[in-house]
């Protein structure tokens, strides 16, 4: 079985410092990751996400991720957090074969301070 | 802007009645889905559907049910509402095929209070 954690329920930085939100993954076969960002009373929205290819991903808004084998990790960052990006980011894992609907993590709500 | 559509936004009822939660999208997905969202927890797949006429039950139990005859409409119903569904409900959809390259597109979600 596959499955998320997500360490940290709130992270809380600076304007213009840098966001590091952080998942591991278990999964049984090289996994496909995603990160999705949910804005208050939004749904969801897909950030990035990993699916075999390069291990160190962008996506929209300045964020990146970096797929980690060794590690089972596949953290979330950003150079330079702005107010706007104040939200709640779900990483999700999902097995390749299969059905493909992913796992998700409990969530990381990033507080942003000017 | 998102193409799929929850309504109502939000919904206060009491225990017992039935309710039906719509969510309809407009980008001719085959694949719609239906997730439980509860502060500090994990979304929990609760119904899912790969075309017309196909529903299946998804990870988490629940004592709903869902339909599916129309492409575009992917209804969720309680029959009897108790306070234990008090809960966000997002739905989401796919295209066939694309999970992969381009993930769920979600709803902007229904938050149920059950009172």
């Known amino acids: 079985a596959q499955s998320v954690t997500q360490l940290g329920s709130h992270v809380s930085v600076s304007e213009g410092a840098l966001v590091l939100l952080r998942c591991n993954y278990s999964s049984s076969v090289p996994p496909y990751l995603f990160w999705y960002v949910q804005y208050p009373n939004q749904g969801l929205q897909l950030l990035l996400k990993y699916t075999s290819a390069a291990t160190l991903v962008k996506g929209i808004n300045g964020f990146e991720a970096e797929f980690k084998k060794s590690e089972t990790s596949f953290h979330l960052t950003k150079p330079s957090a702005h107010m706007s990006d104040a939200a709640e980011y779900f990483c999700a894992v999902s097995k390749p074969g299969g059905s493909y609907i992913p796992t998700f993590g409990r969530g990381t709500s990033l507080i942003v301070h000017p | 802007e998102a193409d799929i559509y929850q309504t109502p936004r939000y919904l206060v009822i009491g225990t017992g009645k039935k309710i039906t939660l719509e969510c309809s999208q407009t980008m001719g997905h085959d694949k719609m889905y239906w997730y439980q969202q509860d502060p500090g927890m994990e979304l929990h797949l609760i119904h899912y559907s790969y075309g017309v006429n196909s529903t299946e039950k998804g990870d988490l139990s629940s004592e709903s049910t869902v339909s599916r005859i129309r492409t575009e409409h992917f209804p969720l119903t309680l029959e009897s509402a108790r306070p234990s569904h008090t809960s966000q409900y997002l739905c989401?959809?796919?295209?066939?095929?694309?999970?992969?390259?381009?993930?769920?597109?979600f709803g902007s979600g229904t938050r149920l209070t059950v009172v």
């Open positions: 989401a959809s796919s295209e066939a095929g694309s999970l992969m390259n381009y993930g769920y597109t």
